[in-house]
C-alpha cells in the first residue's frame, strides 16, 4: 500500500510530465518580466547609439559626397580608401588628422590635469567642517549645474570683442597688458576651449572625490596625526591610495569627454575652428558637413573609437592590478 508521501511524489512528477504544474507556468512567464523592463532602455541604445555607430563604420567604406548623399544606400564600395586618405600624412586631410590628434592629446591632458587638481583641493578642503561650507559647495557646484551651451556662450560673450569684459579687466583695470588680444584667433584660441573645458568638468570632478573622500574614516587621519605624519604625508600615504578606484574611474570618464569634445569649439568659433584649435571631433564635422566628405569623416570616427578603446584599456590595465576590476 502506497504511502502518502508515494503519492504526492507521483502527482508531482506527473504534472510535471503533462507540464501542468501552475507554479512551473507562473515561473515561466515570470521570467520574461525583468527582460520586459530593460526593453525600453535597450530599444532606446540600440537607436540612439548602437545603430548610428553601425552606419558609421559603414559609412567608413564608402565614397560618401555631396554627389552621392542623395542616394548613399548605392554609394560606391571604397573599402580602405578613406582609411589611406585619413592616414597620409603627406596628404591635405591625414596632414590635418596628425595635427589634431597630437593637439587633442595635449589638450585632454592639460584638462584633466588642471580639472583633477582644482577637484582634490576643493573636496580635501571642504571635506572638513567649518562655517560656510554648504554654501562654498553650491558655488563650487555652479558651474556644473548650468547647461553647458549657456556657459560656453557667456564665455564667448567675455572672450569675443577685443575690446570686451575680459580684455578691458586686464588692461583698462588691472594694467597687465598693453595691448588687447584675440581670444578666438591664433593661438590664444586654444587657450580659451581648455578655460571653458575646465570650467565645466572640475565640478564634476570636485563631487566625485568628495563622495569619495567622505568615506575614509576620520579614525585613519587621527591615528596617522598622533604618529606625526604631516598633513601631505597623509594626503599621499592615506587619502590617494583610499580612493584610487574612485580616481580611476573619474579621470577615464573625464579623459574620454574632453577626448570626445565638440560642444565647446562649435559654440566658440562655429562650424570651422582655427587651426591651433582643431581638435579631433571638431576636424570630423568639418570634413563631413563642411567639406562634403562623410566617407572620410567616417573614418576618422572609426579612428578615434579605436583610439579611446586602446587608450581606456591600457589606462585600465595600468593602474589595475593583475587579476582586479573596477568593481572590486
Given at each position: 500500500m502506497p504511502t502518502p508521501a508515494t503519492v504526492t511524489e507521483t502527482v508531482t512528477t506527473d504534472r510535471h510530465r503533462r507540464g501542468k504544474s501552475p507554479?512551473?507556468?507562473r515561473r515561466r512567464r515570470l521570467d520574461l518580466f525583468p527582460y520586459a523592463l530593460i526593453a525600453p532602455a535597450g530599444i532606446m541604445e540600440l537607436?540612439?547609439?548602437?545603430?548610428?555607430?553601425?552606419?558609421?563604420?559603414?559609412?567608413?567604406?564608402?565614397?560618401?559626397?555631396?554627389?552621392?548623399?542623395?542616394?548613399w544606400v548605392q554609394a560606391p564600395f571604397v573599402g580602405l580608401a578613406n582609411f589611406v586618405q585619413a592616414l597620409n600624412p603627406s596628404g591635405p586631410i591625414g596632414g590635418e588628422f596628425y595635427g589634431a590628434l597630437l593637439r587633442t592629446i595635449m589638450f585632454t591632458a592639460i584638462v584633466v590635469v588642471i580639472a583633477?587638481?582644482?577637484?582634490?583641493?576643493a573636496a580635501v578642503l571642504l571635506?572638513?567642517?567649518f562655517r560656510g561650507n554648504g554654501a562654498l559647495r553650491t558655488l563650487f557646484l555652479v558651474p556644473y549645474a548650468l547647461p553647458g551651451f549657456v556657459t560656453t556662450i557667456a564665455w564667448a560673450f567675455i572672450f569675443n570683442q577685443r575690446d570686451g569684459m575680459l580684455n578691458r579687466l586686464l588692461v583698462d583695470d588691472l594694467g597687465i597688458l598693453q595691448d588687447r588680444p584675440f581670444w578666438l584667433l591664433g593661438g590664444n584660441s586654444l587657450i580659451v576651449v581648455i578655460v571653458v573645458t575646465v570650467w565645466q568638468f572640475w565640478p564634476f570632478a570636485?563631487?566625485?572625490l568628495l563622495a569619495a573622500l567622505q568615506s575614509i574614516p576620520d579614525e585613519v587621519y587621527e591615528a596617522a596625526a598622533l604618529d606625526g605624519a604631516s598633513l601631505w604625508k597623509q594626503f599621499t600615504?592615506?587619502?590617494?591610495?583610499?580612493?584610487?578606484?574612485?580616481?580611476?574611474?573619474?579621470?577615464?570618464?573625464?579623459?574620454?569627454?574632453?577626448?570626445?569634445?565638440?560642444d565647446v569649439p562649435y559654440l566658440l568659433f562655429g562650424p570651422t575652428s582655427p587651426e591651433e584649435a582643431t581638435l579631433i571631433s571638431p576636424l570630423i564635422y568639418q570634413q563631413s558637413f563642411n567639406n562634403?566628405?562623410?566617407?572620410?569623416?567616417?573614418?576618422?570616427?572609426?579612428?578615434?573609437?579605436?583610439?579611446?578603446?586602446v587608450a581606456s584599456a591600457f589606462y585600465i590595465r595600468l593602474?589595475?592590478?593583475?587579476?582586479?576590476?573596477?568593481?572590486?
Open positions: 507554479a512551473g507556468g537607436l540612439i547609439h548602437i545603430i548610428p555607430m553601425l552606419l558609421g563604420v559603414y559609412i567608413a567604406f564608402l565614397s560618401l559626397n555631396q554627389l552621392s548623399i542623395a542616394n583633477w587638481s582644482l577637484g582634490i583641493f571635506n572638513s567642517k570636485f563631487l566625485m600615504t592615506i587619502t590617494l591610495p583610499m580612493i584610487k578606484h574612485a580616481n580611476v574611474v573619474l579621470l577615464l570618464m573625464i579623459s574620454l569627454w574632453v577626448f570626445n569634445q565638440f562634403w566628405n562623410f566617407g572620410v569623416g567616417g573614418a576618422l570616427s572609426v579612428m578615434l573609437l579605436v583610439v579611446l578603446l593602474v589595475m592590478p593583475k587579476g582586479q576590476t573596477i568593481d572590486d
